[in-house]
């Protein structure tokens, strides 16, 4: 009853027409963003963080305009993956290995709307699961002491790699990277000066939206300089798009299989939509056979991952929003469009705003009816899309991000970080070296400072206030913190043996 009390409140605002428009004009971007290959969801949701703050967005606008993007980036990454053989985004690159197969037969209209079908399933689905789930994991988190809170944090950097990343020592290099230009600034103790050089400019440390615009938008500037432009272009032909009734009733229940494991991946810090894809095509395989005939162009192998990853997409806002630990790359972006809105991530944000919190989550589920309208009938306009010229696009992202950087800070300083950043970006991803746990480090660096700091102090010194609530009694440890660090530990070893057995399959070749 109080999650339909709840719903009531976010409806009522996210009905109104300011709000509507958002989440109208979030799915519109973010299909162009997701459909558009190279450009990604992170640094899709990064381009338009500025942007938001130049319109002067309150908190509810801001997170419905940048969620309505993500949910239609992972609508719209099947589009290239279809057509071109090129996934818009990571997670939609299991759909090129049944979805491209379709389309060279004929089936090109069949495969987008089947996929556009399994993308509202199963982002629906997740969508009704965070309202579910995340208000019960938020009750929780108020056990949740500073030993308790820097225990997830490491958790939150131990998994991030995953089993998507190649290298977890890189990972991890990544991450302490992250952390250490988090330490720049004054000591919020002291207010000593560290790592500043004795520059002004960095006393009040770096800024986390410099650094994103900078990592993800500038650094795929350079790429695109370094590429002289080059772009797929379809040879596939479209034709008249209709509604194959019966594939997708065939598929129905590959979608809810899909949806379900998907989410769960999305909840998990560290697996997301990408690992969380590849889970579920294998699964699905798996319980098809060999005369499933999958990676020959069926439909079942384009619903699974598309369900799929919409459901990870979804459910990896729930520890976002109850714990402030980013489940995504994605969500560590949108984790730090909440801190510099002055809201904290956590248990009592379904509290203090639940007008935030219900009124996104209302928007997402007004969002995805409107994603399948766009993504249905309309996918045809969104496939005019991917003739445009890289040429035009990339000149306007970053025209938008050095504007919108400016607008914010008004520092010039802030300008040159900014393609320091981008310069940094363009090394790391060069070197294999992923970017989002830097952008983690940045953001979370200060906040797992602190709760180690207040354990410290609480426990006297002892290494034992990590572990246990009251270190002058030894009987009675923290089940919390104990549970979180093991997790840390088995999230950062497992995945050096896992990837030996969960080897990505290979897309297929003209």
């Known amino acids: 009853m ?24 979030g799915c519109f971007i973010g299909t162009i963003v997701g459909a558009l290959p190279g450009l990604g969801l992170s640094n899709g949701v990064a381009i338009m963080i500025p942007l938001t703050f130049s319109l002067s967005l309150d908190a509810t606008s801001s997170l419905v305009l940048l969620t309505s993007i993500y949910y239609g980036a992972m609508y719209g990454g099947r589009i290239s993956s279809i057509l071109l053989n090129i996934p818009g985004d990571e997670p939609a690159m299991m759909t090129t290995l049944d979805g491209y197969p379709m389309a060279k037969a004929g089936r090109a209209a069949d495969a987008l709307v089947i996929s556009g079908v399994a993308s509202f ?5 997740a969508t009704i699961g965070l309202a579910i789930l995340a208000p019960a994991l938020s009750r929780i988190a108020f056990e949740f002491g500073p030993s308790e809170y820097f225990a997830l944090y490491l958790l939150a950097f131990c998994t991030l790699g995953g ?16 952390i250490g230009i988090a330490m720049v600034g004054l000591d919020p103790n002291s207010g000593t000066p560290r790592l500043t050089g004795g520059n002004l400019h960095l006393y009040d440390g770096v800024d986390f939206l410099v650094a994103i615009v900078g990592l993800f938008a500038v650094s795929e500037v350079f790429f695109f300089i370094e590429s002289h432009g080059k772009s797929g272009t379809s040879n596939v032909k479209l034709g008249k798009v209709r509604v194959p009734w019966r594939d997708i009733f065939e598929v129905r229940w590959v979608m809810l299989r899909s949806s379900i494991l998907g989410f769960i991946c999305g909840v998990l810090p560290g697996a997301g939509a990408s690992l969380g894809s590849f889970m579920i095509y294998v699964t ?40 402030g630990v980013p489940g995504s790359g994605t969500t560590a972006v949108l984790l730090a469009v909440l801190v510099t809105l002055n809201i904290t991530p956590g248990p009592m944000l379904f509290v203090e705003e639940k007008e935030v919190v219900w009124g996104l989550i209302a928007s997402l589920l007004i969002a995805n009816f409107v994603l399948l309208a766009m993504n249905v009938p309309m996918v045809k306009v969104f496939v005019k899309i991917l003739e445009v010229p890289p040429a035009a696009l990339m000149p306007a992202v970053t025209m938008i991000s050095m504007v919108g950087i400016f607008s914010l800070t008004g520092s010039y300083f802030d300008l040159i970080l900014v393609v320091a950043f981008g310069v940094l970006g363009y090394v790391l991803r060069k070197m294999d070296i992923p970017t989002v746990p830097v952008i983690l480090g940045i953001l979370l660096g200060r906040k797992m400072e602190k709760s180690l700091r207040d354990a410290m102090v609480l426990s006297d010194g002892s290494a034992w206030g990590l572990i246990y609530t009251r270190p002058s009694d030894p009987t009675n440890p923290s089940m919390i913190a104990s549970g979180l660090l093991i997790a840390a530990v088995l999230g950062f070893v497992a995945p050096m043996f896992l990837r030996r057995i969960l080897r990505k399959p290979q897309r297929v070749s003209d």
């Open 284 to 323: 699905e395989k798996g319980i098809a056979g060999e005369k499933g005939g999958f990676g020959t162009g069926v439909p079942k192998g384009v619903a699974a991952p598309e369900a799929g990853n919409n459901a990870a997409a979804g459910g990896a806002l729930v520890p976002m929003l109850t714990l």
């Open 2 to 25: 109080e999650i339909l009390q709840n719903l009531q409140l976010g409806f009522s605002i996210a009905l109104s027409p300011w709000t509507l428009m958002l989440a109208v004009a």
């Open 121 to 125: 399933v199963g982002a629906l689905l």
């Open 163 to 178: 089993v998507a990343s190649n290298n977890q020592a890189k990972a991890a290099f990544a991450s302490c990277l992250g």
